[in-house]
């Protein structure tokens, strides 16, 4: 019989111990081969809990890789359908062959930024919301795992409800959808979805598997997830650490986004688009340091070896020992740690001297602060400081363009460019008591020393501050735009060109005022009707073509300065296009006597006339209307006395048509009549408008359109040949037809609608028989009579009423 040794009965004890785990590793495998459904990847529950990086033990690795193939949303999670509007902006996104997918990371850390600036406001008048520990640190911390590709993002911000999730996550403003996808189309451009209210979703640019862990003050923490297939599910999160408050994003990133696991791409994505983020940007980075560490002794026996092979007296063998003491036991090597790396460091800009900022800081300050990531500059821009009694620092930019909803909410926004900050603390940027709405295109901020902290937006809107901050913030934006039309040399007066040529930039400010104009004319338009205080300073800025300006655009005061002596008034005239205006009957003296003429041809130029009466005690004049004084005519009373008749016999032929007069006009060259309005009514243009208006009232259209005046030419062949007939024989009928079908022409080519143009066309035809020499009793040829039997069997085909009879039954 074999006797057991000591090593024997160990080892069999090794083994009978270790059997048991091994089974249950068996096991562990065979659930994780199941089909039931797995929990997805976890990065480590708390990021930046541990000091060196994500680590994990070997099986949960292996576990979690496997759920990470799987992609298996949470089986107890309550699942939802995304908005139509969602889907297919995902659809797009997702499919995208743009190259331009760093956007992402600039979205999801605006996003933090908003939530941070929102739990900083609450805590203005409760404290208690921030919390305690490092739930008070107000900052953005990114982390990434390189083993299981996932890239986190965490803010510590106000966070996010399930109702929240629900409602942020997963259903979006289509109008905010659809605008998008418009330019998208237009444009290409994918850099654009910040402004559109969609940002969160270009995640699905790199990653396939997204979750967003959420905890808010007045909610459970929960977990929103999502694949990209049109679903996605929520659940309470029992399983990560808690997070105290905020909100964590995990991107578990695809195979082709693999470079944004790489530190410094980050740290590069970072300094281009948030370097100017008003919260603190952490990195979780790795750091190769110097490290101390005890010698092997091999290598210290390896180095006495040495040493005594090289001496061979003896004097110098005690040398070499007590040297050898003397070194330390010690060796240096390299060994990587991480810490959190702070990413943007660079101080507000607002709150810098305007001399030390360069135009590339402000130009990337201006992409940060409005979201604009596109390659232009904006137009122009102020940074002041204001003293007195309201202490305030401000910058104020003019974006390169308007955009895509500027005016089509204009009265009903509330939303402003402009955000507030008091004491460096963000408040708002729902304030519209800080600029009026006609300038409501600008962005920037605004930083007061004066403002309370501890008080409510609503309470803050009454303040007495706001009114000083907007007197001040009003002026200084004119003054900007001013300076962008002095700084052009296309609107510079030969004196001012060759200054601007002399400092070097007048080919990068060269047609930037006309730029503006195309893009944000409009909005000074709707200034000089609303901001009656500055309507002269907002006059200035008005540009227009005119008969002289050669397709460039003009400004009054070189209108001014181009004036014929003696004359006194401003001649503009309104409507739909300048190809159109330039062919009016009612330029044609004008032009023939030199003198200059403004085409208005934006329908809001014609509200824009009813404030601006008079620039510079110069009058504005309509030519379309009466009162246009072009200097005396001797001849002018002997006319009016020659075509006395006619014009009184016409007057009572045209007493239907609502004509108030007919006189001699001084403003015909080569047409025969034109019909003008009265001073205060409205133009032909303007009732064009009123009549193409939906909820338009019809009594107030009919008093507003005030009398019309037809006035004649008296050297036109026509009139002169409608004045013999009339004095010949009044009562002539064709005369009567005549002049009719004169005064309806001239209505159309004064710009009027006709009111009848079944009346004009008959007249128009009976006028063609005339000239051919028909008789006007001259009559339609019948066509033949067709046989009821040929007709019997084609209509009984005919299968389109009776369906519509039962069509409208049904209804």
């Excluded at 600039?106 to 930024?113: D, F, G, K, Q, Y």
């Excluded at 969609?198 to 598997?209: N, Q, T």
């Excluded at 309470?459 to 001040?472: C, D, F, N, V």
Aim: glycine share 4%; charged share 35%.
């Amino acid at each position: 019989m074999r006797k057991w040794t000591i090593p024997s009965v160990l080892f069999l004890l090794c083994l009978l111990f270790l059997l048991p785990d091994q089974g249950r590793k068996i096991q562990a495998n065979a659930e994780v081969d199941s089909d039931a459904p797995v929990d997805p990847p976890k990065v480590e529950e708390k990021i930046g809990g541990v000091p060196n990086g994500l680590s994990t033990d070997s099986d949960v690795v292996k576990r979690e890789a496997e759920s990470m193939s799987r992609r298996t949303l949470r089986a107890n999670a309550e699942k939802f359908e995304f908005q139509a509007e969602v889907s297919r902006l995902m659809d797009i996104i997702i499919n995208s062959l743009y190259s331009n997918k760093d956007i992402f990371l600039r979205e999801l850390i605006s996003n933090a930024s908003d939530a941070l600036d929102k739990i900083r406001f609450l805590a203005l008048t409760d404290k208690e919301v921030l919390g305690e520990g490092d739930n008070t640190k107000l900052e953005i911390q990114i982390k990434l795992d390189k083993e299981k590709k996932i890239l986190s993002i965490r803010d510590r911000g106000i966070g996010m409800t399930k109702e929240d999730l629900i409602k942020n996550l997963g259903t979006i403003a289509k109008s905010g959808t659809s605008a998008f996808v418009e330019k998208m189309q237009t444009s290409g451009d994918l850099n654009l979805i910040g402004q559109f209210g969609v940002g969160f979703y270009s995640v699905y640019l790199v990653a396939d598997y997204v979750e967003v862990i959420s905890k808010h003050n007045d909610d459970k923490q929960y977990v929103w997830e999502s694949k990209a297939d049109g679903a996605f599910a929520i659940s309470e999160d029992k399983w990560n650490e808690p997070l105290g408050r905020g909100t964590e994003i995990r991107l578990h990133l695809r195979d082709e986004a693999q470079e944004y696991l790489d530190e410094f791409k980050l740290k590069e994505l970072v300094k281009k688009y948030s370097e100017f983020i008003n919260f603190p940007i952490y990195l979780w980075a790795s750091k190769e340091v110097d490290e101390e560490v005890p010698a092997d002794e091999d290598e210290s026996s390896d180095d006495e070896e040495t040493t005594e092979s090289k001496t061979s007296e003896e004097g110098e063998e005690e040398d070499a020992e007590k040297e050898e003491e003397k070194k330390p036991k010690t060796k240096t090597i390299k060994k990587t740690t991480y810490e959190w790396e702070l990413l943007n460091d660079m101080k507000a800009i607002w709150l810098r001297n305007p001399k030390e900022v360069s135009d590339e800081e402000y130009t990337k300050f201006y992409h940060s602060l409005a979201k604009d990531f596109g390659d232009e500059k904006p137009l122009s821009w102020s940074h002041f400081t204001a003293e007195g009694d309201v202490e305030f620092k401000a910058v104020l930019f003019v974006p390169p363009k308007a955009p895509h909803d500027l005016y089509e909410s204009y009265y009903n926004s509330n939303k402003s460019n402009l955000k507030l900050y008091v004491r460096r603390v963000f408040i708002s940027d729902e304030f519209d008591e800080l600029l009026p709405k006609y300038l409501n295109f600008l962005k920037g901020l605004v930083d007061s020393d004066t403002l309370p902290l501890n008080v409510s937006r609503e309470m803050l809107q009454q303040h007495s501050s706001l009114k000083t901050i907007k007197k001040k913030l009003i002026r200084k934006a004119l003054d900007m735009i001013r300076k962008l039309a002095d700084e052009d040399p296309d609107e510079s007066n030969d004196k001012d060109k060759k200054d601007i040529e002399e400092s070097g930039d007048s080919n990068e400010k060269r047609g930037q005022y006309a730029k503006f104009w195309n893009e944000f004319g409009k909005s000074i338009k709707l200034g000089i009707i609303e901001d009656a205080t500055n309507r002269n300073r907002l006059a200035k800025l008005l540009r227009f073509e005119t008969t002289k300006s050669d397709g460039k655009l003009t400004s009054l005061d070189q209108y001014i300065s181009r004036m014929k002596s003696g004359q006194k008034d401003i001649f503009y005239i309104t409507g739909t296009s300048k190809e159109q205006l330039e062919k009016s009957p009612f330029l044609e003296r004008l032009t023939k006597k030199n003198y200059e003429v403004i085409f208005f041809t934006d329908p809001v130029d014609e509200y824009l006339m009813q404030y601006l009466m008079d620039y510079e005690d110069k009058k504005f004049q309509n030519v379309s209307k009466e009162g246009l004084k072009l200097g005396k005519d001797p001849k002018d009373k002997e006319l009016k006395e020659s075509f006395k008749e006619l014009t009184k016999w016409w007057k009572g032929a045209l007493a239907s048509e609502n004509v108030d007069d007919v006189k001699i006009s001084n403003r015909l060259s080569d047409s025969p009549c034109v019909v003008v309005t009265s001073k205060y009514g409205w133009s032909s243009n303007m009732e064009r408008i009123m009549q193409s208006q939906t909820l338009s009232d019809a009594s107030k259209q009919a008093y507003m359109r005030g009398k019309r005046v037809l006035e004649i030419n008296p050297r036109h062949p026509i009139i002169k040949e409608l004045r013999e007939r009339v004095v010949n024989d009044p009562e002539d009928e064709s005369v009567k037809q005549t002049a009719q079908l004169v005064y309806q022409t001239a209505l159309m080519e004064s710009g009027f609608l006709l009111n009848d143009p079944k009346d004009f066309a008959s007249r128009i035809y009976s006028s063609v028989k005339s000239s051919l020499n028909i008789s006007p009793d001259a009559t339609v040829e019948e066509e033949d009579d067709v046989e009821e039997a040929e007709t019997e069997p084609s209509t009984k085909k005919q299968s389109r009423p009776p369906r519509l009879k039962t069509l409208m039954k049904r209804m």
